[in-house]
């Protein structure tokens, strides 16, 4: 039972969901994302206390304040390979994506950046840096959000018109 009092809703439409109009009258609609963080995770390169912990193939890695080149290299893969085989894959199907972009990393790459645009996807702000936000002080996420929104219509000549906070606090 949900009381007035409990801050989630657990009900949602229940038996009367929204009845959508996809064009084509389609019964689907399928939006395909990447998300590109390599080169904004936590790293001590990046003043960080220790290296990233969150989205790997290890199980439980533990930080440690030095370089983990294993976490690095797991990251790595995706801007030196990974990205690049999925954006051939989507060129020739022609299908749209959408990119979730940390700023730091589309920063750190300006080509793929500059490809993500010449192919015609979408790129969503993912914040400025792909770290925890839940203990951050709201003033500095808000400068967090500003700044990433800043680097990405600096390099594209575009505003996001999107924003996904991965990991995000209850400010966002």
């Known amino acids: ?10 009900v949602g439409y ?13 019964r689907i609609a399928v939006q395909f994302v990447l998300n590109y963080e390599e080169g904004g995770e936590n790293s ?8 990233e912990q969150f ?3 290890m199980f439980s890695p533990a930080a440690f304040p030095a370089r983990h080149l294993s976490m690095e290299s797991i990251y790595e ?17 022609e299908l749209p994506l959408t990119i979730f972009g940390v700023s730091m990393a ?3 790459h300006p080509e793929l950046t500059q490809a993500f645009v010449d192919l015609g996807h979408e790129i969503a702000c993912h914040g400025w840096r ?34 996904y ?8």
């Open 1 to 10: 039972m949900t009381s007035p009092a409990y801050p989630r809703d657990l």
């Open 14 to 26: 229940g038996r009367t969901p929204p009845q959508a109009r996809w064009p084509g009258n389609a």
């Open 44 to 51: 001590v390169l990046h003043g960080d206390a220790g290296s």
């Open 55 to 57: 989205l790997s193939e």
């Open 77 to 93: 893969y995706g801007s030196r390979a990974g990205v690049w085989r999925i954006l051939r894959e989507f060129e020739k199907r």
């Open 106 to 108: 589309l920063e750190r």
């Open 130 to 163: 792909w770290i925890h936000y839940q203990n951050l002080p709201e003033d500095v996420e808000r400068e967090h959000l500003e700044r990433g929104v800043e680097i990405i219509e600096r390099l594209t000549g575009t505003r996001p018109l999107g924003w």
């Open 165 to 172: 906070t991965g990991r995000d606090s209850p400010n966002t």
